[in-house]
């Protein structure tokens, strides 16, 4: 029974962060700890964290927003699991999703340290991600998204790297990689992190039992300014950074 840190990384989302919490403590797997970060929140969220009795559950405060890597990053260095697993706040979970995650790790070889989750628009059948992939643009899409969950993501296979939304890692595996790169702030900081775990061989298998439904946009919404820039901007970072130079060079035709 491995310790499994659950991290939730949160801003100004109070209502959508007791749903998530709520299905975190009545997770099957017990052995959890829960580290909430806000990241400088002006409406409830504190006090909807501080509601929940369960002892297993940290509050880690911050003064300022650090964006989705910034957060992660504080929570992963007060970690104290062997895994460290990633949630949105604006998801929930299944009740085995941890357990599901974990049965797969006596079968996983020694170079796996990332498992992906079965992501689904929330209160759907509708696919959000079932792991994800890399276009020649520098884009990262889930895999499936978009189509209708009739069993064709039902076996545990090789992905390219989960999606931060509903994730689990090996901690070794994060601290030897750096964790995140927290100039991305918010939007493919996952997926860099997931290319430069590649690079350095480790691999992903994405465990179709383990099932998070997801508020897809709720943070920033669907057509934000905002969300536009990060998108574009970190696009073009992810592939400065990680793609050989052939590809860089010929990646602005796609």
Request: glycine letters at 8%.
């Amino acid at each position: 029974n491995p310790l499994v840190s659950v991290i939730i990384v949160n801003y100004n989302r109070a209502e959508l962060l007791r749903e998530c919490l709520s299905s975190l403590v009545q997770q099957s797997y017990r052995s959890l700890e829960i580290l909430v970060v806000d990241n400088g929140s002006s409406d409830d969220s504190l006090e909807v964290v501080r509601t929940f009795s369960d002892e297993r559950i940290r509050l880690l405060a911050l003064d300022a927003n650090l964006g989705f890597a910034g957060g992660n990053n504080v929570a992963i260095k007060e970690a104290k699991g062997e895994f460290i697993a990633l949630i949105n706040n604006d998801a929930v979970a299944r009740e085995g999703w941890i357990e599901e995650l974990l049965k797969v790790i006596p079968v996983s070889e020694a170079s796996v340290g990332m498992w992906a989750s079965k992501v689904l628009f929330f209160e759907t059948d509708i696919i959000d991600k079932a792991g994800h992939l890399m276009y020649l643009d520098g884009q990262n899409r889930g895999r499936g998204t978009g189509e209708k969950d009739t069993g064709q993501y039902e076996r545990l296979e090789e992905t390219l790297f989960p999606d931060g939304c509903a994730a689990l890692y090996r901690k070794h595996m994060l601290d030897e990689v750096g964790g995140f790169d927290e100039s991305f702030f918010a939007y493919g900081d996952d997926a860099d992190l997931g290319i430069r775990s590649r690079w350095m061989g480790w691999r992903c298998l994405y465990v179709p039992g383990a099932v998070v439904y997801h508020h897809h946009s709720s943070t920033s919404g669907p057509f934000s300014m905002q969300k536009v820039y990060w998108i574009e901007r970190n696009r073009l970072w992810l592939a400065i950074k990680n793609f050989p130079w052939p590809l860089l060079l010929i990646s602005p035709l796609f």
